[in-house]
């Protein structure tokens, strides 16, 4: 018996070892996932490219909501004018197309919310496996992240490697972006010389 307590005895130590050789080789790290949102590069020209779109397509509303408001001012204007028949039927209309112009402007906002959730979860999905094959690359056993939704309550600053991940992934963004414009150039003039 006093050999077998011996014998677990070493087997347990042996394992403690092999455990603490294993620590020594863990390699983890984190990364502020809004700061890499804030300055990734491609974030944000997804975020300039919705705002653009979402002004563009206010302009145009606005135009509608201008002829709104002049038709309800000469609506106040001419209420008394035409009695209160007049007013009933022209109130109606102006509330319908209040109404319209509600509908419009969150049909707008909608459509920008779908379009640009689409490509920002598609670029959320690219960055998780960019980092996920950055990790292996690296020999990380974990990479955490932090920011917004922080699942990481402490880490030392120097496992954050949050700066290496964004200046790859621009560098990655730059380099495909520019092979994009040399491709459109060439079709150019492809289409050109059909010409």
Do not use: H
């Not at 042996?14 to 700061?35: E, G, L, N, P, R």
């Not at 002004?55 to 038709?71: I, N, S, Y």
């Amino acid at each position: 018996m006093k050999k077998s307590i011996l014998v677990f005895g070493l087997l347990l130590a042996m394992a403690s070892c092999d455990k603490a050789a294993d620590q020594k080789d863990f390699k983890t790290a984190y990364v502020d996932t809004s700061k890499l949102l804030d300055e990734y590069t491609e974030a944000k020209d997804i975020e300039e490219k919705y705002k653009s779109k979402g002004e563009e397509m206010g302009k145009q509303l606005e135009a509608e909501v201008a002829r709104f408001r002049t038709e309800a001012a000469a609506f106040q204007k001419n209420a008394e004018t035409y009695g209160p028949q007049w007013a009933q039927q022209k109130g109606a209309e102006l509330q319908r197309k209040e109404q319209e112009l509600s509908y419009a402007q969150q049909a707008i906002l909608r459509q920008l919310q779908e379009e640009s959730g689409k490509e920002m979860d598609s670029l959320v999905k690219d960055v998780k496996k960019f980092i996920k094959d950055y990790g292996k690359e690296k020999g990380y056993n974990y990479i955490y992240g932090t920011g917004d939704a922080a699942t990481v309550l402490y880490a030392k600053d120097e496992y954050d490697i949050t700066n290496d991940v964004i200046k790859l992934l621009n560098d990655k963004y730059k380099s495909t972006s520019s092979d994009d414009k040399k491709d459109e150039k060439a079709d150019t003039k492809v289409d050109s010389t059909k010409k």
